[in-house]
Nanobody
């Protein structure tokens, strides 16, 4: 089992910045991927960004050049720095952990990000 605890999120004006973090604990394993997905009202959950334990990153086209994902493997923590936020970034953001060897998937509890003036 893997437990995920995330922090960050909140209300920000358009053009502002926020930072999300998510710490994993439990059966982490050596090969994994952590990342963020989001779900806006009435829409399906979608990929935001992921990063593997080896440092490979993947971003949704809509957030490239605005969001940066990083991780601290010693702390099993992933960060999402969100800059130049837009109203369409408003959603519940979910932390995700994938054990790439066992093919197991875990989700955090979700955190609200609201971009509004």
């Amino acid at each position: 089992q893997v437990q995920l605890v995330n922090s960050g999120g909140g209300l920000v004006q358009p053009g502002g910045s926020l930072r999300l973090s998510c710490a994993a604990s439990g059966s982490i394993g050596s090969r994994n991927a952590m990342g963020w997905y989001r779900q806006a009202p009435g829409k399906q959950r979608e990929l935001v960004a992921t990063i593997t334990s080896g440092g490979n990153t993947n971003y949704a086209d809509s957030v490239k050049d605005r969001f940066t994902i990083s991780r601290d493997n010693a702390k099993n923590t992933v960060y999402l720095q969100m800059n130049s936020l837009k109203p369409e970034d408003t959603a519940v953001y979910y932390c995700n952990f994938r054990n790439l060897i066992l093919a197991k998937n875990y989700w955090g509890q979700g955190t609200q990000v609201t971009v509004s003036s």
